[in-house]
Structure formats: C-alpha cells, structure tokens
C-alpha cells in the first residue's frame, strides 16, 4: 500500500496521519467502524478527526465523515477505507468541517 493512502501512511510512519483544516486547526485522524452490520449485513466504516488545541497539548473538539466504505467485517471495511488517498482524505476533512456548526 502506498504512502500516499491512509493506511500506508499509518503503517510507514507509525502514527496517525495530521492535517491542516480549512478553519486553520491542526487535526489527527482515525479510522472509526460501526460496532454492528447494518440492515444489508455490512459493516460502516467512517473517518473521525480530532482537532487540537492551537499548543497541540490537547484535543478539543472533533468531525466526521458518514461512512465512506463497507465490509462483511469491521476488518474488511478498515482496509477498504485506508486505500483512501491522503488528498481525499484531506478533501473529507474540510467537508467535514464545512458541515459542523458555526461554534464547537
């Protein structure tokens, strides 16, 4: 897998990856999956980014994707969704944060 995806920036680096918002605030990503299938048996698979305080000391808020890959099984929808690029994955964050509330 490339460095150029999610998971092959985790495995390269050993942390998650980190990303400039469109508000300006620096943010960390995770992989979240639904702890349950859904109705078509399939397991959701979302991005959650933390944002930091401006020091980096502390999260202080977060955004999510809805679910942007499927699985028969949380393991199958984590892979499919770390072939995602790091520019799409940047591109989910600022829509991410395009659909917050004006104040978090």
Do not use: C, N
Request: a negative charge.
């Amino acid at each position: 897998m490339s460095e150029f995806t999610l998971g092959g920036y985790m495995r390269k680096h050993d942390r998650a990856a980190a990303f400039g918002g469109s508000d300006g605030q620096a943010y960390s990503v995770a992989v979240y999956v639904d702890e349950e299938p859904d109705l078509r048996g399939l397991f959701g698979a979302a991005l959650l980014f933390v944002r930091w305080s401006p020091g980096g000391e502390r999260p202080v808020g977060h955004v999510e994707t809805e679910s942007l890959a499927w699985g028969r099984t949380p393991v199958e929808a984590t892979e499919r969704l770390e072939t995602l690029s790091l520019f799409d994955v940047k591109a989910a964050l600022d829509e991410a944060i395009a659909r917050a509330p004006a104040e978090w």
